[in-house]
Nanobody, 117 residues
Framework: QVQLVESGGGLVQPGGSLRLSCAGSGIIFNIYAMAWHRQAPGKQRELVALITSGSGTKYADSVKGRFTISRDNAKKTVYLQMNSLKPEDTAVYYC???????????WGQGTQVTVSS
């Protein structure tokens, strides 16, 4: 059974930092591209950051220079370090695992991030 379990969300003041983690199980983690998406109330889900199986990265323009995605294949975990957080970063953040060759796509349950004073 495939599971992606996110953790690390919470309430933080503007300018603060959080680190999200997503632990995977039931998949050959190192062959999957891993990504973080987010969905704010009333908005569509959007890609925040992606890291390929070869550790190439891609970021949404809105988070470039503030967020960093990384992975630890030995721990089957992907991270999202979020710095200089803004109120507009408030959303539910979802972890995604994708293996295009196998047409596999999995999602975590989401973790709430709220940026507010």
């Amino acid at each position: 059974q495939v599971q992606l379990v996110e953790s690390g969300g919470g309430l933080v003041q503007p300018g603060g930092s959080l680190r999200l983690s997503c632990a995977g199980s039931g998949i050959i983690f190192n062959i999957y591209a891993m990504a973080w998406h987010r969905q704010a109330p009333g908005k569509q889900r959007e890609l925040v950051a992606l890291i390929t199986s070869g550790s190439g990265t891609k970021y949404a323009d809105s988070v470039k220079g503030r967020f960093t995605i990384s992975r630890d294949n030995a721990k089957k975990t992907v991270y999202l370090q979020m710095n200089s957080l803004k109120p507009e970063d408030t959303a539910v953040y979802y972890c995604n695992a994708n293996w295009a060759l196998g047409n596999d796509d999995y999602w975590g349950q989401g973790t709430q991030v709220t940026v507010s004073s």
